[in-house]
T-cell receptor, first 115, second 111 residues
């Protein structure tokens, strides 16, 4: 299967700062990338879907001004958590889909802790 | 409203026996179902899937059963191995790519 990487794998930041998480498809072109969030012992919740070169589509209840998503190339999408607060602490996972694959491949996730 | 539910948070099985993980859903428009396996600090990896036009799909030790009338699916692993110990997520999708996940079931296979 295809490989999707995320960077960083974990990050600790102070409240009020912004954090950028990168998601890369290493061996295929990802026309669509998805960002999920997982709280402890809960399911992965889809936050937004992004298609290369266009604006992301956010799920209901997800603040697009707080969670900025950029999908500027076929191999890279970024999620920026702006003015992070402790309640933003979570496990963020991206997935990517694209030619020749018709399924989502998940990254390893990023653990964000906001102090 | 949780559209995909995995009501058992954990399951413990003896090595060599069958593991049965269950999943229920509420949205009758879901047409494709998937099972993912996840190790700690890693992203989910695809395990097996089933289309709504089928009631069974088998891949080696893994079999997924779908009961549309009951809106229920299950994943059978036989024989279970210690390496199968992980969190298993059930997911469903409706006519496209948006995946709706259950909360996961922790499977422990004891040797």
């Amino acid at each position: 299967g295809a490989v999707v990487s995320q960077h960083p794998s974990w990050v600790i930041c102070k409240s009020g700062t912004s954090v950028k998480i990168e998601c890369r498809s290493l061996d295929f072109q990802a026309t669509t990338m998805f960002w999920y969030r997982q709280f402890p012992k809960q399911s992965l919740m889809l936050m937004a879907t992004s298609n290369e070169g266009s604006k992301a589509t956010y799920e209901q209840g997800v603040e697009k001004d707080k969670f900025l998503i950029n999908h500027a190339s076929l191999t890279l999408s970024t999620l920026t958590v702006t003015s992070a607060h402790p309640e933003d602490s979570s496990f963020y996972i991206c997935s990517a889909m694209g030619t020749p694959y018709n399924e989502q491949f998940f990254g390893p996730g990023t653990r964000l802790t906001v102090l | 409203d949780q559209q995909v539910k995995q009501n058992s948070p954990s399951l413990s099985v003896q090595e060599g026996r069958i593991s049965i993980l269950n999943c229920d859903y509420t949205n009758s428009m879901f047409d494709y179902f998937l099972w993912y396996k996840k190790y700690p600090a890693e992203g989910p990896t695809f395990l097996i899937s089933i289309s709504s036009i089928k009631d069974k799909n088998e891949d080696g030790r893994f079999t997924v059963f779908l009961n549309k009338s009951a809106k229920h699916l299950s994943l059978h692993i036989v024989p279970s191995q210690p390496g199968d110990s992980a969190v298993y997520f059930c997911a469903a999708t409706e006519y496209g790519n948006k995946l709706v996940f259950g909360a996961g079931t922790i499977l422990r296979v004891k040797s």
